[in-house]
């Protein structure tokens, strides 16, 4: 079966880095997809990978590896405001997204 | 302002009735989506519009119809609701040839009681 692995919940301080890791087991890929949700609202895009590497957005970096099935979502210099939820997703070989079930990032001052 | 737009925003439902979750984009976007989303769980896919005209079934799409009638209308309807249906509903469009990123709406909470 496909399966999308990512932890349930995560800590950080105000002003550090955190990483929050995405492991995946598709038929086929197509990309991989990040997003942020705040608690109470819609999910909201991040970022997309397809190639190997890095790809870096402001205080946000996205990372992926094809052959090992893993990803990571880096936040640095962390704000309250990035107190969400973060979803990791997988585009598989027919194009249809396989979600996990998100990891919830609480930042303390 | 453009983007999607749910409605309700949030309703109970008795047992056994009927519900139309409403869905409009201005986008123009040719793909839509309905997910459902639940405790502990990633968000599942319920039915899907690739373009107007056009359905299909996704991970969990019992107990749920859709209609395509035009590119900017996806409704959602519940026949006969059941309390397994209590979830919060997104409806999601898509750029590009079903390849890109999703826009979400807002979503609909729904209760089944």
């Known amino acids: 079966g496909q399966n999308i692995d990512q932890p349930t919940e995560m800590t950080a301080t105000e002003g550090a880095i955190v990483q929050i890791n995405c492991t995946y087991q598709?038929?086929?890929?197509?990309?991989l997809f990040w997003y942020q949700q705040h608690a109470g609202e819609a999910p909201t895009f991040l970022s997309y990978n397809v190639l190997d590497g890095l790809e870096e957005k402001g205080r946000f970096s996205s990372f992926l590896s094809r052959s090992k099935g893993y990803s990571y979502l880096l936040l640095k210099e962390l704000q309250m405001k990035d107190s969400a939820s973060y979803l990791c997703a997988v585009m598989d070989s027919n194009y249809q997204l396989i979600w996990g079930a998100g990891t919830k990032l609480i930042i303390k001052p | 302002t453009a983007g999607i737009t749910q409605a309700p925003t949030s309703q109970i439902l008795a047992a056994g009735r009927s519900m139309t979750l409403r869905c409009t984009q201005d986008m123009r976007h040719n793909a839509m989506y309905w997910y459902r989303q639940d405790l502990g769980l990633g968000l599942r896919l319920i039915h899907y519009?690739?373009?107007?005209?056009?359905?299909g079934k996704g991970e969990v799409p019992d107990g749920y119809s859709v209609s395509r009638a035009n590119t900017d209308d996806f409704p959602l309807t519940l026949a006969s609701a059941v309390p397994s249906q209590t979830s919060v509903y997104f409806c999601?469009?898509?750029?590009?040839?079903?390849?890109?990123?999703?826009?979400f709406g807002e979503g609909s909470r729904l209760t089944v009681l």
């Open positions: 598709t038929s086929g890929f197509n990309g």
């Open positions: 999601a469009t898509q750029t590009g040839e079903g390849t890109g990123e999703l826009f």
């Open positions: 519009s690739n373009t107007a005209g056009t359905t």
